[in-house]
């Protein structure tokens, strides 16, 4: 079997500037939730999806750069779908 990454999404930091360590990526689909937003983003051919303050990304299409929290990281077996229990 493989190896899954499970983030959640407030394990997704998200900056407006280019840093060491952060990727950049494009907003696609903001969604408002009161005091902060749900952000999926396209990285490559593939979607994260983000929690920021209500209002920090400004629309689809918006260039921001991100990376992930190692320590909110969690891995799954790709075929039980079972956690390994393994943390980074």
């Known amino acids: 079997g493989g190896l899954t990454l499970g983030i959640r999404p407030e394990g ?7 840093a060491p360590g952060y990727i950049p990526v494009e907003a696609n689909i903001i969604e ?3 005091s902060f937003d749900i952000v999926d983003l396209k990285v490559g051919s593939t979607m994260l999806r983000a929690r920021t303050k209500a209002g920090y990304v400004s629309g689809p299409g918006e260039k921001v750069h991100v990376r992930i929290d190692p320590e ?3 891995f799954f077996d790709t075929t ?9």
């Open 12 to 18: 997704v930091l998200v900056r407006h500037d280019a």
């Open 72 to 74: 909110q990281a969690h």
């Open 80 to 88: 039980s779908c079972k956690s390994l229990g393994v943390r980074l």
């Open 32 to 34: 408002p939730l009161g």
